[in-house]
């Protein structure tokens, strides 16, 4: 019998937001394979190995597990979020096209979750009403002349912009970078959404103006929103302000 691969969403943290087709397939696994934090939101049972590792090397990762489905195992690969949102699931396909011509016969499959961006707009109203993108701020897969040009390019188009990976230890000034770099192009009071830990228990949401954000009040676990130029607020009891975009633009 040969072996299979489903490349698993896990959701934004909230296991109320995890597919049924997700835990489904998380159900049929042998192998789990995932960065630590990862395969820790999957419960343990009888008959799941675990296999956590905090090697960053997402590309490793992806040919452990098209190893083991080449000896015959049912494996899922687990990210946060969506799997094809700067996570595992191109990490595999990557690996497919370089590696043994056998691992094209195996069973491929990625089961979607809600990524970050979803679940942060869903907090603050709709700030992703109109067209927007995502991008990641991380440099460690691409020069970071290559995000500043395509930063430059998506703020002067006037998208909302979804800024993934904006900050780490290793990375401490990317993000201040940016938002200087957005400061240039858009209006200083345009809405900034800074979503950390989107439905985990640590959630904490906050909206600033652009000439208030600072890189500081960002971390790994944050989701940065940039709106666009028709991007506003509606405030409301508890603080935190609706944010949206409207759908309509004006000819
Ligand atoms: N595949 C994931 C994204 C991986 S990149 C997804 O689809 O969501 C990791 C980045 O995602 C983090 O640095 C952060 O910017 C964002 N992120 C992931 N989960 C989040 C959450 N619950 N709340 C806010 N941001 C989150």
Not at 99 to 107: F, K, N, Q
Not at 157 to 178: C, E, H, M, T
Request: with cysteine.
């Amino acid at each position: 019998m040969t072996g299979s691969v489903t490349v698993v969403g896990l959701g934004p943290g909230d296991p109320d937001l995890l597919t049924r087709s997700a835990e489904a397939a998380l159900a049929r696994a042998e192998d789990l394979i995932g960065y630590i934090p990862y395969v820790a939101r999957v419960p343990e049972r009888p008959g799941l190995i675990r296999h956590a590792t905090d090697n960053r090397v997402e590309v490793d990762r992806a040919r452990h597990a098209l190893e083991l489905a080449a000896a015959g195992r049912h494996v899922a690969v687990v990210s946060g979020g969506d799997p094809g949102v700067f996570a595992m699931a191109a990490a595999i396909f990557e690996a497919v096209e370089a590696g043994d011509p056998l691992w094209r016969t195996l069973e491929i499959t990625v089961e979607p979750g809600i990524t970050a961006m979803l679940a942060a707009a869903a907090r603050l109203g709709a700030p992703l009403g109109g067209d927007f993108c995502a991008m990641s701020l991380s440099d460690n897969l691409k020069p970071w002349a290559v995000i500043t040009a395509r930063l430059d390019a998506v703020l002067r188009a006037d998208f909302v912009v979804s800024l993934y990976n904006p900050i780490s230890k290793a990375r401490p000034w990317q993000l201040g970078r940016a938002l200087a770099l957005a400061a240039e192009i858009r209006a200083p009071d345009t809405p900034v959404i800074f979503a950390r830990a989107v439905s985990r228990p640590d959630e904490a949401l906050r909206v600033l103006t652009l000439a208030e954000a600072r890189e500081t009040t960002a971390d790994m676990a944050t989701l940065v929103i940039i709106g666009a130029s028709a991007t506003r607020l509606i405030s409301r009891g508890d603080g935190v302000p609706y944010v949206y975009t409207p759908r309509s633009v004006p000819a």
